[in-house]
Every structure is written in structure tokens, then in C-alpha cells.
């Protein structure tokens, strides 16, 4: 059996996809197998890299009292929720959606950190009847939770002026961003939290989604322990997401260990000042189902012009919309003929869109109509990210996990459509 890209430093993803007879397969399974059974478009999931991803991130962090919050915006599903309750995960929720998912995979409550944006009174107050920590955002969601909850306990979002991402539109921190409380305004913070009496017992920050630094965390959680100073009694900080993965073969992987022992010996020294042991919480989405999920579509028509050979698929932006969004680069591999001679293709969709494409001017072995394409890094805001845009389903989700594969999500039909409208 052959590994992919032996001399890529950041790909195959820990070993679990390899080669064999110039098929790729996915934690011991065919991917052709995988499509001729379940279905195409499929989105599928490696249980095992999914788990290896959690304990690396746990073990990089020396500091002992940390609490990993996946952020699980990146990818919703109940059996992936279950997988990392099992491995001793809490959430990170935005949404009541988000919480009403979590407790439902078996999430306790107290091991959920709610953090919305423009949040509604009737949305904290979801939040709150279920015994769930709020994570307030702004000077005016801060009133109105000391209206709906004097005298309790709340964390702050502090937006610490430090900013960073793969792209803009994932930047959550400085000048331009809409999140969090900026620096200025924690004094007037601290007088509506007198005034509702309420007890601080957590600041947070997540200045970016996809950085493959330490810098600019390390920066921004300098920043955040700054305004931590000036809060006594807290019972932790919370440094958010952000880790990055590669996507390119050739991009650096992100040295999470000398970041976490980074992190863990600044707060460890910070705590001793600080005078009480606090928990260090992060929020990581990304980097823990990013690299274990890929999208499996199906070439169904190769279209040559002039300027570009256009290989079609039967999914499309609706199902994976990275491209588009962010002109995000996906690795893509002929899972049907691995190696072969390469020629440049521009890898499109089914929708009626012009920005329908998944890579362009991409050089990759034959393609021919009916293979099936292996589009990789497809576990994190891939599915949580999909719609029904020209009345097309949505795929069926697939969980590998010691060579079992196992339906985590049924493929839409066309009635599911209909779903809410049928009586009008
Ligand atoms: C508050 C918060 N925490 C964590 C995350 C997770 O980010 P990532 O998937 O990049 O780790 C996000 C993503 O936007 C977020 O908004």
C-alpha cells in the first residue's frame, strides 16, 4: 500500500489515507466503495484522525487545568458531537441551535460556553433556563442579561484589538471587527455589572479563524491577560479558536506543540501573579475535523474549450461553499486513478452560478466521466456551511471508524424540500 504525498510535511492526514491499486482509501475503505454504497456527493469522516487531532491539541497544553471547548460550528454532527464527548470535549456554542445539539449529544451543561453575537433576550434566555454559561458580546447585551439575570454568573467576550485569520471575512478581533467588548469599554462594563450585581468569573477572546502562527495568538492573549489584571475573582480565561490547518501540500503546519507550551508557561507565570490557579479554556473548531472529513463527488461530464477543460461534478457550492466564500484551495485527488499522467483542470459544480467551482486551473491526474474526485480538508465548515440553493439535497454524511462505515446523516430526497411549506 502506497502513502499519499511522501514528501509532503503536512499531508496525508496522519497516515490514514492511502493508496492501493491507484485507488484512494479512506481509513481502510475504498472510496469508490464508499460512493457505490452510500451514494454520491458524500461527505465523509475519519473517526480516527478526528481523535488524534483532540488528544494532540490536549497534550500540547503543559498547563494542567484546561478545558478544550470545541467550537462546533465547524461541524455539527450528532455522532461527531458523541465522538468528542467521549473524548472528554466541552462546546463552544454560538447559537441556541448549537446548544440545543450539544445538550442532545449528551453535553452537560455546565461544560457549554455560549457565545452569540447579536444576540436576542429571548435567545439568552434559552440559554439561560438551561443552566448555561453566557459569553456577552457587547455593552448592550451585558445590560440586558443583568436585566434578565441580576445577581448570576457571566463571562465577557473582550475584543483585544489583535486580529487575524486565513482571510478578512474570518478576522474576529481588532479596529474592524464586530465581536466582543473593545478595551475601552471595559470600564463602563464593570459599572453595569455593578449595577446588576453580577460576578465575572470568565474573560474570553478568538481574534481568527485558520492561523497557522503563534504569533498573533500569543499576542492577543497578552492583550486579553492585560484586561484580566483588572478583574479579580475570575475562575478562568478563555483564549478561543483560531488553529489553522494546511489545505496547501506545501503550506506549513502549525507547531501546536511549541504553542501550547508557549501558552501554557505564560499562563502558568500569570496565574502565580494573578494569585489563584485559573483554568485555561480554548475553543479549537477547525483544527480537530478539519483534515478527518472530505467531500466525494462524482465526475459526470469533462467539457473541453479552447482556454479550459472543465470537469463537472454532481455537487457544487450549495455543499461546500470554501471557494467561493474565501477562494479557499482544496486539495483534490482522482480517487478513482491516483497517478496518472496530470493535466490542468477547472474542477465546477452543478449549480447555475458562475463562481461554482471547487479549484481552478488545478493540475491533477486524468480525470475521466464517472471517477470519483476526493476533495480534501472538508470536515470543518463544509456540511455546517451547506444549503439548498437550486432545490438540490443536501449529501448524506458518512463516519468511518475502524474500518466500519456508518451513515451519521441521511441523504436529502426531494420531499425534504417541502419540508415547512407543504401546507400552504
Ligand atoms: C467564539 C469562537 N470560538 C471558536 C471559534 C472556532 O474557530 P476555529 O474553527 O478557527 O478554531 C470561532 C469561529 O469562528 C468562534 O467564533
Known sequence: MKQLYPHSPTLPLIGKMDIQHNILLIGGRRAEDLVAEFGSPLYVYDAAVIRARFRELREAITYPNVDLHYACKANTNLAILRLLHAEGAYI?????????????????????????????????????????????????????????????????????????????????????????????????????????????????????SGILEAEPFLQAADALLDVVRRFEGLEFVDFGGGL???????????????????????????????????????????????????????CNSIKATRTHTFVGTDSGFNHLIRHPLYLSYHEIINASNVEDERFVYDVCGNICESADFFARGRLMSRVREGDVLAILNAGAYGFCM??????????????????TARVIRARETLEDLLRGQGEF
Open 244 to 298: 489553522g490547518v494546511p489545505y496547501r501540500p506545501d503550506e506549513p503546519r502549525l507547531a501546536v506543540r511549541a504553542l501550547g507550551a508557549r501558552v501554557s508557561e505564560r499562563f502558568h507565570a500569570f496565574c502565580h501573579d494573578y494569585g489563584r490557579p485559573l483554568t485555561l479554556k480554548l475553543e479549537p473548531g477547525r483544527y480537530v475535523v478539519c483534515e478527518a472529513g472530505m467531500l466525494l463527488t462524482r
Open 92 to 208: 463552544d456554542a454560538v447559537s441556541p441551535g448549537e446548544v440545543f445539539l450539544a445538550l442532545t449529544a449528551g453535553f452537560s451543561p455546565e461544560h457549554v460556553l455560549f457565545t452569540g453575537n447579536n444576540v436576542t433576550d429571548e435567545e439568552m434566555e434559552y440559554v439561560l433556563d438551561r443552566g448555561i454559561l453566557v459569553n456577552v458580546d457587547s455593552l448592550s447585551q451585558l445590560d440586558r442579561y443583568g436585566r434578565l439575570a441580576p445577581d448570576s454568573r457571566v463571562s465577557l467576550r473582550i475584543n483585544p484589538d489583535v486580529g487575524s485569520g486565513h482571510h478578512d471575512h474570518c478576522i474576529t478581533g481588532g479596529p474592524d471587527s464586530k465581536f466582543g467588548i473593545v478595551i475601552e469599554d471595559v470600564d463602563q462594563a464593570r459599572q453595569i455589572i455593578a449595577g446588576h450585581r453580577l460576578q465575572v468569573v470568565g474573560l474570553h477572546a478568538h481574534v481568527g
Open 386 to 403: 451547506s444549503s439548498n440553493y437550486n432545490s438540490r439535497p443536501r449529501p448524506a454524511e458518512v463516519l468511518v471508524d475502524g474500518g
